[in-house]
T-cell receptor
Framework: GIQVEQSPPDLILQEGANSTLRCNFS?????LQWFHQNPWGQLINLFY???GTKQNGRLSATTVATERYSLLYISSSQTTDSGVYFC???????????FGQGTRLTINP | DGGITQSPKYLFRKEGQNVTLSCEQN?????MYWYRQDPGQGLRLIYY???????QKGDIAEGYSVSREKKESFPLTVTSAQKNPTAFYLC???????????FGPGTRLTVL
């Protein structure tokens, strides 16, 4: 099945810093999602981005489908950005999402 | 109030007992999913359903069972056959196919 790898596994930054999270996937996909899991476990949809670039406030994402990777950018980090960031892709044409292991982001005040 | 509700938030079970986790949605989504998350790990698919009265096994279905009698509801039963049931269980919904999935708040199950 498709493999999804995220890097780095952990990232610790000071408030105000910028960060880039990476998601590599092993096969062609027609969809990719980024999620933020808050400290209470809730997964929040950030982006649905099969290709190209999208921006939402301080967050933006870019997927280069031909090279099988996606990047999530967080600018001017805030402590509320802390949590685990997951990317997920569908396997083949199936309904299931395959998740990466996540990047744990800690923003210190 | 719209969205996906899961209950209970925390659940404790003795070994050998079956327990049922509830997932309800009022988003009118056709597809519903159950995922399991272990500490420090990503999510893995247990079961999914694209339509009422139909469901398919995911990657880790052994020891679990589901039903889909109503569009709004997709309960998950963790049976005594599940060897390591302690985990965080997340329900999701979507329009199906490769469309966006939306997640409920989760249920933390602990086996005592």
């Amino acid at each position: 099945g498709i493999q999804v790898e995220q890097s780095p596994p952990d990232l610790i930054l000071q408030e105000g810093a910028n960060s880039t999270l990476r998601c590599n996937f092993s096969d062609s996909v027609n969809n990719l999602q980024w999620f933020h899991q808050n400290p209470w476990g809730q997964l929040i949809n950030l982006f649905y981005i099969p290709s190209g670039t999208k921006q939402n406030g301080r967050l933006s994402a870019t997927t280069v489908a031909t090279e099988r990777y996606s990047l999530l950018y967080i600018s001017s980090s805030q402590t509320t950005d802390s949590g685990v960031y997951f990317c997920a892709v569908p396997e083949g044409g199936a309904q299931k999402l395959v998740f990466g292991q996540g990047t744990r982001l800690t923003i210190n005040p | 109030d719209g969205g996906i509700t899961q209950s209970p938030k925390y659940l404790f079970r003795k070994e050998g007992q079956n327990v049922t986790l509830s997932c309800e949605q009022n988003l009118n989504h056709d597809a519903m999913y159950w995922y399991r998350q272990d500490p420090g790990q990503g999510l893995r698919l247990i079961y999914y359903s694209q339509i009422v009265n139909d469901f398919q096994k995911g990657d880790i279905a052994e020891g679990y069972s589901v039903s889909r009698e109503k569009k709004e509801s997709f309960p998950l039963t963790v049976t005594s056959a599940q060897k390591n049931p302690t985990a965080f269980y997340l329900c999701a919904t979507g329009q199906g196919g490769t469309d966006t999935q939306y997640f409920g708040p989760g249920t933390r199950l602990t086996v005592l």
